[in-house]
């Protein structure tokens, strides 16, 4: 069976799904698995298609050290107890930094330049590309693939991409970069199959999961996103603070004498819906809980969602289309009608009957804005790019031009 083998690794776990390869060239998703407890308890579980279990072992702490030695123990039983050698890999990386507008097939001159932007995205750079180091040095005949979650974003216009700081800054990479792009790519390029009327439109997309964006798609492409420069700006998130002032930062430096690397760990770790909750970052729990902080915590996302729905708004001059995705867009009967009551200005009205079933479109016959559900699928969406870029080996390594400013 031809495979292609996709890999999401983080700090201290990496998850894998192997897609097979059809005759007629579609890809058919075979096995979703995850190694994680790297460094404390290493445990692989997996399954197939079906939802069947295939693992679900523990190994010792000293079998697997790190992310790379979970990638090599994952492959390794895939080769061996599944007979699945894939043809290709393809990995998520976070930051494609200004390059790269697209997905890329891997050589050492591409991790060099990826390297760079590890200081962009300090907590997950190195652990996605720590792996494919280790992959390229141990099989350097198998091609790999890094698939950005900023490309998608690449396109922006000037105004959108910069901060208002000495361009000297912004050359040097301190850009608007957007993340989530793999997850908008997939409903960008779904659209057309799901909801014809809308895919030539102006979409807002709320990707509401742990980590929570949204994006402005105008006739398949990012226009604006309510993340910039890392994956902590916009929507308040499981534990990252969303938008903030950057006097609090100062603030919390000076006046609290927090170091950067706490400050760094308190915006990632302690804030969002667990700090304000103090509960949990869980939107389940919250909803579950009847403490007026989770209450809070919950009423706190919804307006925020509302209020970047509207910012934009203001960037396509007009919406058409609203639709969710993820953990929290596509299972959260509650979340959604409370954030369509917000946007009801925007001309959207929900079907509470359509709404309760998770059916694709979600809105009123008569909503000016209809609404949709649309599940993502990243994954996916790097198998595609994987197979595309092993077919046309030749557009692959170089990075886009940059545009002129
Ligand atoms: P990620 O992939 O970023 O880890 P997900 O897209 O899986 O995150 O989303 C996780 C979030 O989705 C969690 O806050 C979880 O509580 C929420 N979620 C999942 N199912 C539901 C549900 N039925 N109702 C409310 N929230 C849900």
């Not at 097979?20 to 998703?29: I, K, Q, V």
């Not at 290493?42 to 079906?50: C, I, Y």
């Not at 895939?78 to 697209?102: F, I, K, M, T």
């Not at 308190?266 to 989770?294: H, T, V």
Request: charged fraction near 20%; charge should be neutral.
């Amino acid at each position: 069976m031809d495979t292609i083998l996709v890999v999401n690794a983080g700090s201290s776990s990496v998850k894998f799904q192997v897609f097979a390869l059809d005759g007629d060239g579609r890809l058919r998703r075979e096995i979703k698995g995850q190694m994680d407890g790297i460094g404390s308890r290493p445990r692989l579980r997996a399954t197939g298609a079906t939802g069947d279990t295939l693992a679900d072992r523990a190994y010792p702490i000293e079998s697997v050290q790190d992310v790379p030695g979970a990638l090599m123990l994952a492959s390794a039983w895939l080769r061996d107890e599944l007979q699945l050698s894939p043809l290709a890999v393809g990995h998520r990386v976070v930051h494609g930094g200004p390059d790269y507008d697209r997905a890329v097939l891997i050589d050492h001159g591409v991790i060099a330049r990826l390297e760079r932007f590890t200081t962009l995205a300090p907590l997950h750079q190195p652990h996605n590309l720590a792996p494919i180091r280790s992959l390229l040095a141990n099989f350097p005949a198998l091609p790999q693939v890094a698939c950005f979650d900023t490309a998608f974003h690449r396109d922006h216009d000037q105004v959108a991409d910069h901060y208002a700081i000495p361009r000297g800054l912004h050359d040097e990479g301190i850009r608007r970069y957007g993340f989530h792009g793999l997850s908008y790519e997939y409903i960008a390029k779904t659209l057309p199959q799901v909801a014809p009327d809308i895919a030539k439109a102006r979409v807002v997309v709320a990707h509401l999961g742990s980590g929570a964006s949204m994006c402005a798609i105008h006739g398949g492409r990012s226009v604006e996103s309510t993340m910039g420069f890392t994956a902590l700006d916009g929507l308040p998130m499981g534990t990252r603070t969303g938008q903030i002032d950057p006097g609090v930062i100062l603030y919390l430096m000076t006046a609290k004498g927090m170091s950067p690397p706490e400050v760094q760990n308190f915006l990632y770790r302690d804030c969002g819906l667990k700090g304000l909750s103090g509960i949990s970052n869980d939107m389940r729990e919250l909803q579950n809980s009847s403490d007026p902080r989770a209450a809070f915590a919950i009423d706190y996302f919804v307006y925020r969602v509302a209020l970047h729905a509207g910012m934009l708004a203001a960037a396509l001059q007009g919406v058409d289309a609203f639709v969710f995705t993820a953990g929290i867009g596509e299972n959260s009967v509650g979340i959604r009608a409370r954030i369509a009551e917000r946007l009801a200005w925007l001309g959207v009205t929900l079907d509470p009957t359509e709404n309760a079933r998770h059916a694709l479109r979600i809105s009123r016959a008569d909503s000016r804005t209809p609404v949709y559900v649309v599940p993502t699928d990243e994954e996916l969406m790097i198998a595609q790019h994987t197979l595309s870029l092993l077919l046309n080996r030749h557009s692959s390594s170089r990075p886009k031009r940059e545009r002129a400013s």
